[in-house]
């Protein structure tokens, strides 16, 4: 029973305890707006995250982790916890302004045959950001292999994937939203399935717009703004975030794309394309090191590192997944 709950904002969390805050804080002008709950969900923090939740939010639920179980599994842990009839996946690097969660709320109740909504995104300097468009295809994604690249062959399909039509001053339904502030509705959610947990950071958000579109319409609703400062999770953990696109990537192919040989044409090309960006991130590294760039240089040493281990160790299982 949602107990007369409209919105259940779920929130995963790791060692993030400032930005962790800002979005508390931000989120207390919507309990005023609306019947609001609010969960976060807590992969393993080093930084005492929670210390703050406790002391300062007393009535945000928590569930604990004791490893990081990732962005999938976790959202489902809030999602599967919640009580509000509609539920808000948000980062935890975004601050929500005044009005804004009641005005997604409002037209989606004025929108029966929507099942996802999400708010135009800007930066921390006010610039929006892409966080609606196409879906993607196998083609747009061959761009991403570094040697096809350069012939430009595929910079079409990988634009209009990325932002070909895409105004992010206009609303319009979507194909595909973004998981930094995503609404759905609880139902609709819980019976397509949820987050897909098989994939470990990124691409799930356009695995499960793919198949809540089986149900319903999406939309991307401009008039409603949220600051995402963005890549937080990526500059915390390179290594991970570098590894999980990979996999994430490949999997979402090897679920939606309708052909086997594409499906495997395009891990055969990540894998063959490897060595060539392990030969451009030491060159990345070293001439940052060079320019005394120092923390740009740890940051391509940690992809540098990550991509000689999935030759080591992940390209049979990258294969597989």
């Keep these: 029973m949602s107990e007369g709950i409209d919105l259940t904002v779920c929130i995963v969390n790791w060692n993030a305890r400032d930005l962790l805050r800002n979005l508390l804080r931000s989120l207390e002008v919507a309990r005023d707006e609306l019947a609001l709950e609010i969960i976060v969900v807590d992969n393993a923090s080093s930084d005492r995250s929670l210390d703050i939740v406790e002391c300062e939010f007393s009535h945000v639920t928590v569930i604990r982790n ?12 809030a999602a599967r916890r919640a009580r509000g009839r509609l539920l ?26 929507l099942v996802a909504l999400g708010p135009k995104l800007v930066g921390a300097d006010g610039r929006p950001q892409h966080t609606g468009g196409n ?20 910079h079409s399909a990988y634009h209009t994937y990325l932002r070909g039509g895409f105004d992010p001053n206009r609303g319009e339904p979507v194909e595909r939203l973004t998981g930094a502030a995503l609404m759905v509705r609880r139902d609709q959610f819980t019976s397509c399935g949820g987050w897909d947990e098989s994939f470990p950071f990124g691409f799930e958000d356009v695995d499960l717009s793919v198949r809540l579109r089986q149900s319903g319409g999406l939309y991307y609703l401009a008039e409603a703004e949220i600051v995402h400062l963005r890549h937080v999770s990526v500059r915390v953990n390179p290594r991970f975030a570098y590894l999980g696109a990979e996999f994430g990537y490949a999997r979402y192919l090897s679920k939606h794309h309708p052909s086997a040989w594409g499906r495997k044409l395009y891990k055969f090309l990540v894998i063959v394309d490897m060595p060539i960006r392990i030969l451009s991130l030491a060159a990345q590294c070293a001439s940052n ?4 760039r120092r923390e740009r240089a740890w940051y391509r ?17 990258f294969w597989h997944c």
Excluded: S
Excluded at 88 to 113: K, Q, S, Y
Excluded at 301 to 317: H, P
């Design 301 to 317: 040493y940690q992809q540098l590192a990550t991509a000689c281990g999935f030759l080591v160790k992940d390209m049979r299982r």
């Design 135 to 154: 879906l993607p295809t196998l083609t747009a994604l061959l761009d991403r292999i570094r040697f096809l690249r350069w012939t430009g062959i595929f």
């Design 66 to 77: 004791e490893h990081n179980l990732g962005f999938a599994k976790a959202n489902n842990q």
């Design 88 to 113: 808000l996946f948000l980062n935890n690097d975004t601050v929500v302004g005044p009005g804004t969660l009641a005005r997604m709320v409002a037209f989606f109740d004025e929108h029966p045959e």
């Design 289 to 292: 090191l060079l320019l005394r």
